[in-house]
Each structure stands twice: as structure tokens, then as C-alpha cells.
């Protein structure tokens, strides 16, 4: 009986951590030299759309983060969620390495618990939705290759599944909507 390998969620997240932990480090020794708050927004930019706020803001992160998910759940459907799978995870964890590399060298070891914060109530929900769903996507799109087929059979069972990612990208679209704004005004209020 053949062993069923398990997609590496978690190892591809981190790599992408690690990669984006080093690109920010490379551009600093280079050129990159700010050292003043205005560097926030660069920080910023990773969890706000801009200076929208209530339904407004809230439509945004649904428009953006959703509009995301909705292809990338229905890539699952074809040969090409593979390696969406394994590029989104990558993406995944080097926006959150250069999220917190940058922090660390805009402000010290202090920027590194600012760049936590202004990940920390939604990327609690993302990042479990993400690397679930994409393990999905995984799944679905190699069981297309290997049975050669065109249009998936267990269609039901991927959305039912694709389904409990989508209530965790909601919670992460609420948090990130209503506490991560407080959140983010509490870290600038400190660094004044």
C-alpha cells in the first residue's frame, strides 16, 4: 500500500520566513537608511490599504483578501494549484520575514514586537487558513494529475474542506478590520 505524503505547509512557510528575512537585510547593507517613523508606513502597508476605515475599509479587505482566496480556491481545480500551493505558502512567509526584518532594522529589537503587532490578531487566523487551505489546493490539484483527469471527483469533499478556511480568512478579515487599526494606533502612540 502506497503511503499517502503529506503536503509541507508549515516548511514552505518558514523557508519563505526566512527568505523574506534576508531580502530586507540585503537592500538595508546596500541602500536603504530611513531610520525615522515615516518607515511605519512601509510596515503598515502589509496590513492596511490605505486610510479607509469602518465598511469601507472592511469592503477593501474583503475585495483584496477574498478576491485572492476565490482564485486561488479555484486554481484547486486544475494542474496548476500545485504549484500555486507551493508559491503561495513561499509568498506567505516571506511577506511576514520582511514584515518583521524591516521592523527590527527601522527600530531595533523594539521593531520587532511593532512588526508583531501589526501582524498579530489577523495573521493568528490567516496563516492556519492559508497553509490549510493551500493544502487543499495541494491535495485536489495532485490527485487531478495523478488519475489524468480534467474535472475533479471529489468536488464536494475540497469545498466542504476549502470551506473551514473560509471562515478562518473571515475572522482574519474581522480582526484585521476592527483590532488590528487599534492595535496599530497603540504601537504609534508608543513609538511618539
Not at 541602500?31 to 469601507?56: D, K, M, P
Not at 480556491?73 to 518583521?100: D, E, K, Q, W
Request: charged content about 15%.
Amino acid at each position: 500500500m502506497e503511503e499517502k505524503k503529506r503536503f509541507p505547509g508549515l516548511i514552505l512557510c518558514m523557508c519563505g520566513f526566512l527568505l523574506g528575512s534576508f531580502i530586507p537585510n540585503l537592500i538595508w547593507k546596500t541602500e536603504w537608511h530611513q531610520g525615522t517613523l515615516e518607515a511605519i508606513y512601509y510596515l503598515t502597508s502589509f496590513t492596511a490599504s490605505g486610510s479607509v476605515s469602518g465598511i469601507e475599509y472592511l469592503k477593501e479587505i474583503i475585495k483584496f483578501r477574498g478576491s485572492l482566496w476565490s482564485l486561488c480556491m479555484i486554481c484547486g481545480f486544475s494542474v496548476f494549484g500545485a504549484p500555486l500551493a507551493v508559491t503561495g505558502l513561499l509568498i506567505l512567509g516571506c511577506r511576514i520575514g520582511m514584515v518583521i526584518a524591516v521592523s527590527i532594522l527601522e527600530f531595533g529589537l523594539l521593531g520587532g514586537l511593532i512588526g508583531a503587532g501589526l501582524l498579530f490578531p489577523q495573521y493568528l487566523l490567516y496563516i492556519p487558513g492559508w497553509i490549510f487551505l493551500m493544502e487543499q489546493i495541494w491535495e485536489q490539484s495532485m490527485d487531478i494529475w495523478k488519475h489524468r483527469e480534467l474535472f475533479p471527483v471529489n468536488k464536494r469533499r475540497y469545498l466542504g474542506k476549502t470551506g473551514i478556511s473560509v471562515l478562518l480568512l473571515s475572522g482574519g478579515i474581522l480582526a484585521e478590520c476592527y483590532l488590528n487599526p487599534w492595535i496599530a494606533e497603540k504601537i504609534l502612540d508608543y513609538l511618539k
